[in-house]
């Protein structure tokens, strides 16, 4: 498989490795040339200097063989624009985006975007530490 990834912060650089050592193409691209330190020295796939909501940068990424994107930029906005031009400009079949904010997360699931919240993952982690059970129904704020 094909991924783009959008953002080599501490989730994106994780993920890349994670999916070049399973065998995975991976390209991944951040406004921030030293942001890609963290990938190391032996990191197999390519790097991209550039922003990800640049459909001339996508393209140079590879958006248009893309059999995956992600987005994993620290901005909810950003994250959810450049999705948004992988999913219906480029058609690529997964694209997968970090959304900080609960409310907004939930809205772009129900509009079709495959969004992950880390602030929902946490904080429905910590209930489950300190009760023992799984949350309740999460609230939508």
């Known amino acids: 498989m094909f991924v783009v990834i959008m953002g080599c912060g501490r989730v994106g650089a994780r993920l890349a490795q994670l999916l070049t050592k399973a065998g995975h193409e991976v390209t991944i691209l951040d406004v921030n040339d030293a942001a890609f330190n963290?990938?190391?020295a032996d990191f197999p796939g390519t790097t991209l200097l550039g922003n990800g909501i640049d459909m001339d940068v996508l393209?140079?990424?590879?958006?248009?063989?893309a059999d995956a994107f992600v987005a994993a930029t620290q901005g909810d906005n950003r994250n959810i624009m450049a999705s948004q031009i992988a999913q219906h400009v480029f058609k690529v079949p997964k694209v997968?985006?970090?959304i900080y904010d609960p409310i907004r997360s939930d809205t772009f699931t129900e509009l079709g975007l495959n969004a992950i919240s880390p602030t929902v993952l946490g904080a429905n982690a910590f209930f489950e530490r300190l009760t023992g059970s799984a949350p309740p129904s999460s609230p939508s704020s």
């Open 38 to 40: 963290r990938l190391g």
């Open 59 to 65: 393209r140079r990424a590879g958006i248009e063989r």
């Open 96 to 98: 997968v985006t970090r």
